[in-house]
């Protein structure tokens, strides 16, 4: 075995610790429930699906997951490359990939807002997402966002809001009676990227050009990324730091329960 596979294999073993690690400590996941996993054209969510594919294989605990492809015919064409990404669940990881197409209502007020803001278009998609658990008897959708993605969403909610309002491992929606989850909250975006190049797994980057202008990655670029060169650990340092202060206020609530 070659150093670089030996590496890879390494990493994959690492990832899958730590998202298992994030499963059971904000108790993500339990027994026969079906979770729905919002599956993108980013390179975080396709290593989720195949992630998620892998831990249930082998995990103690039964649950099923439905991997679903979200098309949004109310904004710009995102079907990119889906046909790709089709095969590849379905023929490489042998489980179905389903496409949603989803409108807005003629009279819904986000037709207003979905071409000004990402926010807005995320609501939106997170509707569909929360109708469909309803079709599908399901508990909890699943989210890609990554240790980085925590950071930076805590760090624009401080400077732009005002308040300490950290991006959750976990977050109930009592009124749907669905959970959010993020299993890959303590995996590092840099070792998202290694695993998908060297597994091959197919993805692509956004073509929505209200992306490109975002505060979101002008915080990324010009805050987390620049005090990284200088601050060892700065990713690792801030998300814990955010981590233990969202612990301490739900644990009493019994809100991992």
Not at 47 to 62: A, D, Q, T, V
Request: charged share 30%; aromatic share 14%; with cysteine.
């Amino acid at each position: 075995m070659s150093d670089i596979t030996k590496n890879h294999k390494n990493l994959e073993k690492r990832l899958k610790r730590n998202v298992i690690k994030a499963i059971n400590d904000f108790n993500m996941i339990e027994e026969w429930e079906t979770i729905l996993v919002w599956v993108s054209w980013w390179k975080d969510s396709m290593l989720l699906g195949y992630l998620l594919n892998e831990i249930r294989k082998s995990s103690k605990k039964k649950f099923e997951i439905r991997w679903i492809y979200i098309f949004k015919e109310f904004l710009i064409d995102c079907d990119i490359r889906f046909e790709e990404k089709r095969k590849y669940f379905e023929e490489v990881l042998n489980i179905p990939l389903e496409k949603v197409n989803i409108n807005l209502p003629s009279d819904s007020k986000l037709n207003e807002w979905v071409w000004q803001s990402c926010q807005w278009c995320a609501y939106a998609r997170r509707v569909a997402m929360m109708k469909l658990c309803k079709k599908y008897s399901a508990t909890k959708i699943a989210f890609w966002h990554h240790m980085d993605d925590i950071v930076v969403t805590t760090i624009m909610n401080m400077t732009q809001w005002r308040k300490l309002k950290v991006m959750p491992p976990i977050n109930r929606m009592r009124a749907w009676d669905v959970a959010f989850i993020r299993p890959l909250c303590y995996i590092r975006e840099k070792d998202i990227l290694r695993m998908v190049e060297a597994k091959q797994i197919p993805y692509s980057g956004c073509n929505c050009p209200v992306w490109t202008d975002r505060t979101r990655n002008k915080i990324k670029t010009k805050i987390v990324r620049e005090n990284e060169k200088v601050i060892p650990n700065y990713v690792e340092n801030c998300f814990w730091a955010f981590i233990k202060d969202f612990i301490e206020k739900n644990e009493k609530i019994n809100y991992f329960m």
